[in-house]
């Protein structure tokens, strides 16, 4: 453990150390059967418990009501980009997208290959340092669904209140899903990559109203329906099992740090420490509009890119790492997901200090 270090990086992320070492064993051995996970037939009892315990867990945390369906799919939260239009769309239908970020950009330009988008609301021009106030954007009438992104993982701003509408919600949560308490049953689809907030990359995880499974046109691939999914639990094809395994054992973690509640109000001390560090002085300036912050990424600037670079090296050399910000950006970043230590924050905040003090302005 010693050699560990704290581990900021955006994606994929830091996991807890005690999932990792049940991990390790689990890798040779799985439960005394004489092999590991990787080496399981998906459809083994073993293997089918760990997909049942992992859904069971996941729907436990996040309370997902019964009508809603919980895929483990492959090709990264950016297959769902087209994903959901290619099921949900179609020829002269409609949609409303809010562009808040990299990931919503990429999502409108696959929808556009599928129906009519409508931008609602962007802060593209703002360098995206903001997302809309309830007030702000229009959902286009007769659209099919409103798409957002919950966390902005790149600008490090986030929805704290998701939109109130009649039309079906749609909301790509790859970098804050269970880090906070929030209803289900507002949203029609729900989707997230793994590797931010849940486990490896790998398995993308889909959470999909039943009823929305009949609305896909019929000429589009199998593989890319959701019902197919839906239809086999996530068996049609081999899933990625040991990514679902690993997750099993991050959300049980999560399950015996007192849940999405616990997590929460931890991940908001958290963000808190670095915010009110960010607010106590000129030298470090956040990206994100106060009324937008994020408190999974917290991205923020020096006062020159020479002092960042600076920064970025002797963080570094002090184990805080994968402080660099996205290069669309600039300047430093800080992921603080559920699996970030508390205590790495505190690590982070006094560099800060320091590095302030001996590099003046
Ligand atoms: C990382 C990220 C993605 C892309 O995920 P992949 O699994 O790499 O395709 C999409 N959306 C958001 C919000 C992300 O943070």
Redesign the pocket.
Known sequence: MSTRIYNFSP?PATLPYEVLEQVASDIVDYHGVGMGVMEMSHRSKEFMAIMAKTEELLRELMEIPDRYKVLFLQG????QFFMVPMNLLGPGKKATYLNTGT?AKKAIHEARFFGEVTVGFSSEEQHFKRVPDPAEYQVSPGSEYLYF?S???IFGTQFQSFPQTDTLLVC?M??DILSRRFDVSSFGLIFA?A??NLGP?GV?IVIIRDDLLDRAPQNIPTMLRYKTHADKGSMFNTPPCSAIHVTGEVLKWLKKQGGVDAIEQINREKAAALYDMIDSTDYYRGHAEKGSRSAMNIAFNLPTPELEAKFIAESAARGLSGLKGHRSVGGCRASLYNAFPAIGVAELVAFMKEFEMHNPA
Do not use: E, R
């Open positions: 994606g990264g939260a950016s297959s990931w992104v966390n902005n993982t790509d790859s970098s990559g590797q931010k990359a993308t």
